[in-house]
């Protein structure tokens, strides 16, 4: 199953510097733009995108951020600021939902026993899934059905974790490549996609 990367491996400061850039940009792609504007071009974009992406901070760089983030430069880099209203999970639950391209919610509903607007519901918390369905909606993404979604912040990856996003991530790099770059790659993605082993 999917392992956590770029949530689990970098550092709290780096979680919470994501999730604060989120409140006003929920796409990824975008977060760096949006903390180099916030730090009004101090940082510069490809520092922005390091401290998103895992680089450390330096004491300079904490002391700034806290400033603009109206934090204590401890808190920052030491407490999950993302769990302290209790809705990491909810969070998670809306991310996955949300990761179901359109069209294709009814099937994974049903595969996994529940209706499409159920996941309406649990996505804005009416109600709760029961674990046997959350357990068979992680697995539907390729993610560890055991995953403790109380805890680990989905909604803060950077990269694709859902198998769903990462299809359409795939897809649109390869639909953008050039057909002379695609000629190069394809003998590898033929033995790779192959459907008759």
Same mark, same amino acid.
């Given at each position: 199953?999917?392992?956590m990367e770029?949530?689990?491996d970098v550092s709290q400061c780096c979680r919470n510097l994501r999730w604060m850039v989120r409140q006003g940009c929920q796409d990824p792609s975008q977060w760096a733009v949006e903390l180099n504007k916030l730090t009004r071009t101090y940082l510069g974009f490809s520092r922005a995108y390091g401290l998103l992406a895992g680089v450390d901070a330096k004491p300079d760089e904490i002391r700034m951020l806290s400033?603009?983030?109206?934090? %204590? +430069?401890?808190e920052l880099v030491t407490v999950p600021l993302y769990s302290r209203d209790g809705s990491v999970f909810q969070l998670n639950l809306a991310y996955l939902i949300e990761s179901i391209p359109h069209g294709q919610k009814d099937k994974v509903a049903k595969s996994i026993g529940v209706t499409a607007p159920q996941f309406s519901r649990w996505a804005n918390g009416e109600i709760k899934p029961r674990k046997k369905n959350l357990r068979l909606l992680l697995k539907m993404h390729g993610i560890d059905p055991d995953l403790d979604l109380t805890t680990v912040p989905l909604f803060l990856s950077m %990269? +694709?974790?859902?198998?769903?996003?990462q299809r359409a991530w795939v897809t649109s790099r390869v639909q953008d490549l050039p057909?002379?770059?695609?000629a190069k790659i394809y003998p590898a993605?033929?033995?790779i996609l192959r459907y008759d082993d």
């Open positions: 199953m999917q392992a770029g949530i689990s400033e603009i983030f109206k934090v %204590e +430069p401890e %990269e +694709p974790l859902s198998g769903f996003q057909a002379a770059e695609i993605l033929r033995k």
